[in-house]
C-alpha cells in the first residue's frame, strides 16, 4: 500500500488528497500454469497486481521484497510511504492515517524513517530443526539489529532507492524482515556519512501515546473491544 500525494484530477478535499492510497499485492510465478492465468485475468480486471519474474516461495520472499522496493521507487514517484504488508495482516488504515496525521501531521512529513512493531535484541536461532536456522557462516553476531516485525512495516518513500542499492551488495538473506530493516539499514547509516541515519519508530508504542495523549477514553473502549491496533495478524 502506497500513501501518494497524487490528485488524481479529482475534486478532492486537502485532506482527501492526503489519504489518497494505493494498493497492490505483490506475487511471484506459480508453478501452476492454471493459477498464472488466473494471476492474469485478476490483473486485467483490477489492475492491482505486480508479478515477478521469479517462482512463489518463502525462500525467495526477500528478492520478492527487493523487487517491490524497486517497482514502488519507479512508478510510485509521488507517494510519502510504502506500508508492507503479509496476506494474512489486517491493517486498521483509517486509525493508521489518524497517527500519521497526528500532532499537525509532523509524522506525516517524517523523513528517512521506518515504522513498525520494534524486535530489539533477538537472538540468532543456531538450532538446525528450527525453519529461522543460521549458521555461523550466514551470520555470525549472536544477535540481530534491531529491526521491524515482518507481518507490517511502514517505511518513507526517500529510503527506498538508498535500500535497493544497498541490497546489490549482500549474499543472499533468507530473512527479509531482518534484513531489509535491520542489516541493510546498518549498512545505510554507516556507509552514509553525508545523510540523516534512518530512524526506527516504534509504531505500537507511539501509538499508545498518541491516543493516551488525545483520546484516553477511546483508549479505554479500544482496549475493551480491540480494535486500537493498526494492524492485526
Known sequence: IVATDDD?????????????????????????????????????????????????SYENLVYKSIAALKWATTFCST??????LDDDVV????????????????????????LCNLNVKANVIRNKKSKFYLSNDQYKQSHFPIYCDGPAYLLTMDILPDLYNSSKHFAYFPFEDVFLTGILRVDLDKSNINKDSIKLIDLKMNYLRYYL???LLNLIKSFLFGDYFIFIY
Open 79 to 84: 507517494a510519502k510511504f510504502l506500508l508492507k
Open 91 to 114: 491493517p486498521n488504515v483509517i486509525r493508521l492515517l489518524d497517527f500519521l496525521e497526528a500532532q499537525n501531521g509532523a509524522t506525516m512529513n517524517r523523513r528517512r524513517s521506518i
Open 8 to 56: 488524481g484530477g479529482g475534486d478532492d478535499t486537502e485532506k482527501e488528497k492526503r489519504r489518497r492510497i494505493e494498493k497492490y499485492f505483490i506475487c511471484a510465478k506459480s508453478q501452476d500454469d492454471h493459477v498464472n492465468r488466473k494471476l492474469l485475468e485478476e490483473s486485467k480486471r483490477h489492475d492491482d497486481i505486480i508479478q515477478f519474474d521469479l517462482s512463489e
Open 213 to 215: 495523549d488525545s483520546y
